[in-house]
T-cell receptor, first 112, second 117 residues
Framework: ETGVTQTPRHLVMGMTNKKSLKCEQH?????MYWYKQSAKKPLELMFV???????ENNSVPSRFSPECPNSSHLFLHLHTLQPEDSALYLC???????????FGQGTRLTVV | AQKVTQAQTEISVVEKEDVTLDCVYE???????LFWYKQPPSGELVFLIR??????QNEISGRYSWNFQKSTSSFNFTITASQVVDSAVYFC??????????????FGKGTKLTVNP
C-alpha cells in the first residue's frame, strides 16, 4: 500500500459510544495531522504531531483524544461525542523538510 | 491572523472552457506557503501545488496554471480546456513557515467546480 490510509471510511456512533479512527501513512513522513471538515465550515486543523510528539492542539474539546504511537500511525479516540461533531475527519502526513501534506480519504463520522 | 478567501462558492462551465478559481490570502508573515488541493467526490484531498512566498514565478503544469501575485495577495488557479474529470471542490490553503517543518494549513471554504459535457 502507498499513501495515507484511513479506517473506517464510514462510522455511525451514539453519543455514549467510544470509538477510534485510525490513520496509517506509508510515505516515510515524520509529521501527521488531523483535520475536521464540516458541512458549513472550512477545513479545520485539530492536531499536529512531529516525530510522534504533539505540537499543536487547536482548542479541540477533550472528547477528542489523539494518539501517535509511531511516525506511521495516528489515532483519534472518540468518546461522548455530540451530533455537531458529525463531519469528515481527514488525516494527513508530511515530510518536515519537503513540506506538502498528503491526505487520506477521510472517515465520514455521524453521531446520532 | 491568517485567512484565505475563495469568493466563488460554485462555478459551472461547459467542457473545453477555461476556468479561473480565485484565491486571496491574508498573513503578516514574510515567509509563507500557498497550496491548492483538489477534493473529488471520493473525499481525499489531492495535492496540486505548493508555492513559497519568495517565488512569484507563475507555474504551468499541463492544463493547470497558477498566477501568484504578492501585490494583490492572490494565488489564482486556471484550468485550460476543462474536462468533466476536473469536477471537484478546489481548496486554496496557506501555511506559515514552521519550526521543525510541519505545516499548519489554513484553508479557504473551497470552490465547487462542475464541468458539464
Amino acid at each position: 500500500e502507498t499513501g495515507v490510509t484511513q479506517t473506517p471510511r464510514h462510522l455511525v456512533m451514539g453519543m455514549t459510544n467510544k470509538k477510534s479512527l485510525k490513520c496509517e501513512q506509508h510515505l516515510g513522513h515524520n509529521a501527521m495531522y488531523w483535520y475536521k471538515q464540516s458541512a458549513k465550515k472550512p477545513l479545520e486543523l485539530m492536531f499536529v504531531y512531529n516525530f510522534k510528539e504533539q505540537t499543536e492542539n487547536n482548542s479541540v474539546p477533550s472528547r477528542f483524544s489523539p494518539e501517535c504511537p509511531n511516525s506511521s500511525h495516528l489515532f483519534l479516540h472518540l468518546h461522548t461525542l455530540q451530533p455537531e461533531d458529525s463531519a469528515l475527519y481527514l488525516c494527513a502526513s508530511s515530510d518536515v523538510v519537503i513540506g506538502e501534506a498528503f491526505f487520506g480519504q477521510g472517515t465520514r463520522l455521524t453521531v446520532v | 491572523a491568517q485567512k484565505v478567501t475563495q469568493a466563488q462558492t460554485e462555478i459551472s462551465v461547459v467542457e473545453k472552457e477555461d476556468v479561473t478559481l480565485d484565491c486571496v490570502y491574508e498573513t503578516r508573515d514574510t515567509t509563507y506557503y500557498l497550496f491548492w488541493y483538489k477534493q473529488p467526490p471520493s473525499g481525499e484531498l489531492v495535492f496540486l501545488i505548493r508555492r513559497n512566498s519568495f517565488d512569484e514565478q507563475n507555474e504551468i503544469s499541463g492544463r493547470y496554471s497558477w498566477n501568484f501575485q504578492k501585490s494583490t495577495s492572490s494565488f489564482n488557479f486556471t484550468i485550460t480546456a476543462s474536462q468533466v474529470v476536473d469536477s471537484a471542490v478546489y481548496f486554496c490553503a496557506l501555511s506559515e513557515a514552521q519550526q521543525g517543518g510541519s505545516e499548519k494549513l489554513v484553508f479557504g471554504k473551497g470552490t465547487k467546480l462542475t464541468v458539464n459535457p
